[in-house]
């Protein structure tokens, strides 16, 4: 034994302290779950998806939308939606009343209150804004927006046509049902039923439509932003599309997640040039052409990912905030990521869909270079695509590539279309006004689902508002599992009628939790009335 048996039973000892200490973190780790009551059918305030919502919904789907190009957008199908929302056949006379006309006032329930609620105004000829005004002008408001266009089909088959608003099994298909007119058809069905309790809003909201999200936004949000912050709009928050929720995202984790995206990840286009190398006859080649200058660089880019940033983003709210809900071993890594934070990351770099929220991903896109079998390349070029993780920059990201490709003679030109810093971080937690006013809706309306805060991979139009608040979040109430994420510009792209009423009883209970003024009211459901 002696002084070897002495340090073993030291190392022993300290291992079993090590132990003790995270055991007691894992058992003493708090949930981070808000705490209401659930949504139930038999509430006065449920909202059931009745035939007509859902021909509203099918209607929606009908219309065509596309943006190709920020020049070639089915215009006509956008003001045919403006049409659809305002048409009495479609929402109910009351909103028809609220934002068109003063005929038929009559047959309303609060006629002079509602011709003042609601001002409705076309930004740019194409996009909707909504001001809903609130009892207290003291409470600073906040925001609800969507789009109306969709991306193309293209040639892809579906199972279902995507035009046709047809129902299958208890799914709507179609272009858009996910992305993202459930959010538009399901704000204004929750407001409509909303002004129909009677109940009106306590704090004012916009309700901003654009109309060219899938072609980078500018003429529509950025066209509505504009117009708010002329008029000096400060709002508490703002809700967009957004991430899901999620079962099946984890092992070990059983509940669905309920992604709530608080940050989303930049994204920067690199070309990478190479005509170093003179041409010439292929029959006397030197040591090195342009070809294979540009082969290895793209080669050292693809086999050299940016570094993990797990644990200084986001990302490590989401771990915590279903740490307390996972069970062992998962909980017991979860809850001592200070000690499990490496292993962890680098289990999340496995997948591309973990590996995503973690870092700053590299994918090479295309490549092209060469004129004739017989003669050296004058020009070789590829396209990178980074998308950056919110804790990194454009010229941080550059730089890294510079330093990896390491060779003068290969251009890193920035491609520029597209090209986005990360957004600012919104702040989650138990006392974050616009953070918990999703959460609390959400676990209302899905009460077994994990409410965590999640990073964006691809963009919205939220990029437009970043100057208006800083609590921004993008989410989506729609339950999925990990396959249904390839429908999101996808082939059969579709929802369900369980989760269209859940789209639209959710954006009811926002509008219901928004009136709070506190943060900290404990807001049980039944006092919403
Ligand atoms: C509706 O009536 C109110 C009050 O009479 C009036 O101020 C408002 O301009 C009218 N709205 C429209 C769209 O005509
Ligand atoms: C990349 O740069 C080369 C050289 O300037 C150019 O010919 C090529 O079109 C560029 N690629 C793209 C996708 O713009
Ligand atoms: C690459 O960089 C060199 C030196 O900076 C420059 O002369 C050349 O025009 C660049 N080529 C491209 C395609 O940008
Ligand atoms: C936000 O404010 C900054 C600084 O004033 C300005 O440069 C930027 O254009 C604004 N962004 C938007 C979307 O209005």
Redesign the pocket.
Known sequence: MGVFGTALKLIFLGITLLVTVMLIRTLTFPSQQPNVGKCSPEDADFIKLTDEMTKHFQEAIRIKTIAWSNTDIMLSGILDMHTLLERGKFLDKLLKVC????DS?QSMVIP?VC??LIKKEVINTYSLLYTVDGSDPSLTPYMLTAHMDVVPVDQQVWDVPPFEGRIVDGFLYGRGTIDNKNSVMGIMEALEFRLKSGNLPIRSFFIGLGFDEEVAGYQGAGEISKALAARGVRLEFLLDEGSTILKGAFRGIESPIALVSVAEKGAVTLNITVEAIATGHSSMPGKESNLGLLSKALARLEANPHPSMFGRGPEKGLMEAIASEAVFPLKFVLTNLWFFGPVVSWIMSMKPSTNALIRTTTAVTMVSGGTKINVLAPLGWGIVNHRIHPTQSIEEVVNYDKMLVGDERVNLTRYAVWDIDPSPTSPYGDDVYGYQVVARSQQQVFPDAIIAPSVMIGNTDTKFYWNMTDQIYRFCPTLMVQSDLARFHGLNERMSLKNIQATVNFYYHVMANADSKEVFSKHAHTDEL
Request: proline share 0%.
């Open positions: 934002c068109l006309s003063n006032v002079e011709s003042k």
